[in-house]
């Protein structure tokens, strides 16, 4: 199979652990988001494999409450991860946005019972975030957590599995969340972290979904989706193409083979560039759809993914 499609890159969102996320254009007037993962993390064969056979399972499993990624791509020394949606707003964004001042009731305690959900269906297909903080967690336009580069810093690392390591890092988003919550909720989100913080991020967010649930912005978030418009600024006017390139897809760094050894079929992509934009490319397969938001993690149900998860 060949196919050629064409993505532009429209702007940076944010500079983070392991990269640089930008926006990109679709020829049908869509958006996906794409992370630049920084080359020198990985220039090393070995490193490139450990996050493609993340991204594998990842897209495997396609865990609720994390944003979807669609490919990985490398092009010379450079490797991009390619996600349905773009991840923005973030925590960070809101957080900073609010200027400290509190979050609708209820609000505070919702996100944090999302991002305790979408961990633990992470640990239940064996995989685990490994770098969880405010500009890793982003807000769909419903006004819901979901997670961004899940597994990518431990696998560039070698890291092991360390479910502890993610409970201590939601523990420190509770309280971080609890600074800008009404005392009663606040309250609620400390204790749940101080379990946390002990290694039990189920019996944590169980106590707090219980003690939260009847909080006015906690389930439904509507209060709080309503802000979340102002945090993003319109995107500048698409930077024009004047020169373009191809790449061939690769399912693992060779170019041809997929991280679980399976063949997969080549597809040639046209890569685009603009003027004032780094000698930066983009690629990936054919089809791309561009999800016009991300939805929601499943709201329903989440009191029972709760207590089922041990």
């Known amino acids: 199979m060949q196919t050629n499609t064409e993505l532009w890159l429209d702007r940076t969102l944010r500079t983070g652990a392991v990269g640089t996320w930008w926006s990109a254009g679709t020829p049908g007037g869509g958006t996906l988001g794409m992370l630049q993962l920084e080359p020198d993390l990985v220039a090393q064969e070995a490193a490139r494999q450990r996050v493609a056979a993340v991204v594998a399972k990842l897209r495997a499993a396609n865990p609720p409450g994390v944003v979807r990624t669609t490919e990985l791509v490398y092009e010379t020394r450079r490797a991009w991860l390619v996600v349905a949606t773009v991840p923005k707003p973030t925590l960070a964004d809101l957080l900073a946005g609010h200027g400290g001042s509190p979050l609708p009731t209820g609000a505070a305690a919702g996100l944090a019972v999302d991002i305790a959900t979408a961990l633990r269906e992470l640990h239940a297909v064996g995989l685990t975030h490994g770098d969880l903080a405010a500009d890793t967690v982003v807000l769909t336009g419903a006004g819901a957590a979901a997670l961004t580069e899940v597994g990518v810093l431990a696998a560039i690392q070698d890291a092991p599995a360390d479910v502890t390591r993610d409970a201590r890092a939601w523990a420190a988003l509770a309280r971080t969340l609890a600074a800008v919550a009404g005392a009663e909720e606040s309250g609620l989100l400390v204790a749940a972290a101080t379990t946390a913080e002990s ?112």
């Open 199 to 310: 290694g039990d991020l189920t019996a944590a967010a169980r106590r707090l979904a219980l003690a939260a649930a009847s909080l006015p912005d906690f389930e439904t978030r509507d209060a709080l989706a309503a802000s979340l418009p102002a945090l993003d600024q319109a995107a500048p006017p698409r930077i024009p193409a004047q020169r373009e390139s191809t790449v061939d897809r690769i399912g693992g760094p060779d170019g041809t083979v997929a991280p679980t050894g399976e063949a997969e079929p080549t597809v040639t992509v046209r890569l685009r560039f603009g003027p004032g934009v780094p000698d930066q490319v983009l690629a990936s397969t054919s089809p791309v759809t561009a999800a016009k938001d991300e939805p929601a993690p499943p709201r329903r149900g989440w009191l029972r993914r709760l207590f089922s998860r041990r």
